[in-house]
């Protein structure tokens, strides 16, 4: 009888001990549960701070556009499916004004008409510049090509800039200057005789190159033409008039071109950022 209490009782306390293990594991999960919970409100609340100051910041700029759309929806206007404003539009029309209809009539939209009211006006600047055998004009389209010899510009090899061009560049930069929407790019040109060992430039390329600088620092320090307008190239003897079997032809195609371009697309930027 003794023995079987004895059994009893070792079996109600394993039975005890193995429960109060259970209840601690129960408690240490119940805490860590609490704790993840506290964290998680926590964020919560956090994020719900973050999102309320997106909100009001979308709120701010929600009010601004409307601001500016209700103060500009009487200043902008529609042309050709290009919006400008009114004061551009009137701006446009001052440049149209004085343009022939007849030279019109192939613009199909507000760009053309654009670009070819600038080409108009440049042709127009261009009648002051007399074409002879140092100097040759020609116009295609919205570019203007002028190719002024080498015996104007410069002496026998060299790349410094003749007094002797001060005239046709004053009147080219006058062109230049009176659209800022114009792209110049100044070409050198050269024939394929070889330098002199001795010289101090080392080839044509070196030489074509000079020679287009040179005309584009002499445009920008002495006729104030925007360097920003201005590109020097330079293109050796690749780029040949005719060939160079004689001493007539190697003349000819030792040359300067300045090719004028109006930027249609700079005209626009340049219109918008006056307003």
Request: include cysteine; charged fraction near 30%.
């Amino acid at each position: 009888m003794k023995r079987i209490s004895v059994i009893v009782l070792s079996a109600l306390f394993l039975t005890a001990c193995v429960s109060k293990k259970k209840y601690l594991a129960l408690e240490q999960d119940n805490g860590e549960l609490k704790s993840e919970l506290t964290k998680t409100k926590v964020e919560k609340e956090e994020l719900e701070m973050q999102f309320e100051k997106i909100q009001r910041r979308v709120d701010s700029y929600n009010s601004k556009i409307n601001e500016l759309t209700q103060d500009n929806d009487a200043k902008l206007v529609s042309v050709d499916g290009v919006v400008v404003s009114k004061n551009q539009k009137e701006a446009m029309r001052e440049s149209l004004r004085n343009v022939p209809p007849a030279y019109m009539a192939t613009a199909k939209t507000l760009k053309d008409s654009m670009n070819l009211a600038l080409q108009f006006n440049l042709k127009q600047s261009m009648d002051n510049i007399e074409e002879d055998e140092d100097i040759a004009v020609n116009i295609e389209e919205t570019v203007v090509m002028i190719s002024i010899s080498d015996k104007m510009l410069f002496n026998s090899g060299s790349y410094k800039v003749s007094n002797k061009a001060n005239n046709i560049l004053q009147k080219i930069a006058n062109v230049i200057n009176s659209e800022e929407s114009l792209d110049v790019m100044v070409e050198g040109h050269t024939d394929n005789k070889l330098m002199k060992n001795s010289a101090a430039v080392k080839d044509n390329w070196d030489l074509s190159v000079l020679r287009a600088t040179s005309v584009v620092k002499k445009l920008q320090n002495d006729y104030n033409v925007a360097p920003e307008q201005l590109i020097a190239a330079g293109r050796s003897f690749y780029q040949p008039l005719t060939d160079n079997e004689t001493k007539e032809n190697r003349a000819k195609n030792r040359r300067t071109r300045i090719v004028i371009l109006p930027n249609i697309d700079k005209f626009f930027a340049m219109m918008a950022s006056n307003e």
